[in-house]
């Protein structure tokens, strides 16, 4: 006896699958748009950013759901995952970080060029989580600046992917100059880092 065998036989239009980022503001007329450069970096970067995840427990597990079909970070322009921080932007530590650890987060960081943003997912990562014992790292902002902290032991999905929106939020309203403004070199020098 056959298996029956069920076909998608209704097909949805493509384009209602499609969302398309949204056009900074700007001015527009007949055959021209015009706007800052600073918008049209910001929309780029934003929906183009490579994540390195540097997972090291739970939290991770969590990730790989994200990346999976059912969340799909895919569908907000990161799904280019990289493990080579030269070519990667989004820096995203997911999980208990040991104290022996903390150097190779920052170094990794260091290797990262500019402009680079920094995610710290779960509470560990946060702020050591429930490990609040000599061996752990408080917080990867001992060693690293972050800009999103996301909540949660471990954070679901939705959660992480909350997480990525504010940083495309970030990257997307960032002034080009800010990574020359003293405010930034103070950030970085109150890291140790030139
Ligand atoms: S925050 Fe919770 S789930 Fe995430 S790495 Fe720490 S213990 Fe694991």
Redesign the pocket.
């Known amino acids: 006896m056959s298996r029956p065998v069920s076909y998608n036989l209704i097909q949805k239009p493509l384009e209602k699958d499609i969302s398309v980022a949204s056009l900074p503001d700007g001015h527009q007329g007949e055959g021209f748009f015009a706007t800052s450069l600073d918008s049209v970096i910001g929309l780029a970067r934003k929906n183009s950013i490579w994540p390195l995840p540097f997972a090291?427990?739970?939290?991770?597990?969590?990730f790989m759901a994200t990346m999976g079909s059912h969340y799909d970070l895919a569908r907000f322009g990161s799904e280019r995952v990289g493990f080579s921080p030269r070519q990667c932007d989004l820096l995203m530590v997911?999980?208990?970080i040991a104290k022996k650890m903390g150097p190779v987060v920052r170094q990794v960081y260091l290797q990262m060029a500019e402009p680079r943003w920094v995610i710290a997912?779960?509470?560990?990562?946060?702020s050591g989580?429930?490990?609040d014992t000599y061996s752990v790292l408080q917080g990867i902002d001992q060693v690293v600046p972050v800009d999103v902290y996301v909540p949660?032991?471990?954070?679901r999905p939705e959660a992480i992917i909350d997480g990525v929106l504010r940083i495309q939020d970030l990257v997307g309203n960032e002034s080009l100059r800010r990574r020359n403004s003293e405010h930034y070199k103070a950030l970085l020098n109150s890291y140790g880092i030139q």
């Open positions: 090291t427990s739970c939290c991770g597990i969590e997911m999980g208990t997912v779960g509470a560990c990562a946060s989580g429930i490990f949660g032991c471990p954070p």
